[in-house]
């Protein structure tokens, strides 16, 4: 099911700060093969005591289905992970619910994903995607989860090397993260160093907004609300 989860980001610093958004990996089964991260948003946010502003953020998180053309033969830090993608709206499984859970990639000649339908064998709260027989040493790609922001991009989230031949079963996970440095949308990032010391929304209690102020500490106040931010009374 798909849910719309808010950030509002306050900069309680003395200083203007490049704050970046990414997710929790999502979960991959049907491969070997590493899990890479990508900065979802980026943005420069001068203290709240000089003009007032704070920073919304707003995520369709669910269950979109990705696959994404690539030029080096791995992804690097830093570094753009592809270019041009394909996504699908999908719906994770849930026991004895039939639901659209799988797609198909084909390539023709970027890679594209078929119209969603119910697969059986799709681990639960997951959805598939199966991979042809193909060259992936010529034309690499990417294959995972993408969200899509409030301005309606959609970025991808977490992914894997798109192995031939396979079916690769993808379970996200609604956890996001705020840290401070310029990470632009759709790059690299090393994510077990960008979560040390970054801000953690966990929703998978069901909460869908939070409250973050980076204090001038370089500290953050994490609050899981509903309704107006804190600051607004």
């Known amino acids: ?3 719309r989860y808010t950030i509002n980001i ?13 997710q ?8 070997d093969s590493a899990v890479y991260s990508n900065s979802l948003y980026h943005r420069t946010l001068p203290p709240i005591s000089e003009t007032g502003s704070i920073l919304i ?12 053309a690539r030029l ?21 499984s ?13 390539l023709g000649p970027e890679p594209e994903l078929s119209a969603p339908r ?18 992936a040493g010529r034309r690499p790609c990417n294959v995972g989860q993408a969200v899509r922001t409030g301005d309606g991009r959609m970025v991808l989230s977490s992914f894997i090397d798109a192995q031939p031949d396979s079916h ?13 440095g310029r990470r632009h949308a759709g790059t690299v990032i090393d994510f077990d160093n960008s979560r040390q010391g970054a801000a953690l929304c966990d929703a998978s209690e069901g909460h869908t907004t939070f409250n973050l102020i980076y204090d001038h500490r370089g500290d953050w106040i994490v609050e899981a609300v509903k309704g107006r931010p804190a600051w607004q009374g």
């Open 1 to 3: 099911m798909n849910a």
């Open 10 to 22: 306050l900069n309680n610093s003395r200083h203007a700060q490049d704050f970046f958004l990414f």
């Open 24 to 31: 929790e990996p999502a979960r991959y089964a049907g491969a």
């Open 57 to 68: 953020l707003e995520l369709l998180s669910s269950s979109f289905a990705a696959a994404q």
């Open 72 to 92: 080096d033969p791995a992804p690097r830090a830093g570094l753009p992970s592809g270019q041009a993608m394909s996504c699908q709206p999908v719906r994770a």
């Open 94 to 106: 849930r026991s004895g619910l039939p639901s659209p859970n799988a797609v198909t990639m084909s």
């Open 118 to 135: 119910h697969h059986p064998g799709v681990d639960e709260e997951a959805f598939r995607i199966s991979i042809p027989d193909y060259d």
């Open 168 to 180: 690769i079963d993808c379970a996200p996970l609604p956890r996001f993260y705020a840290g401070v």
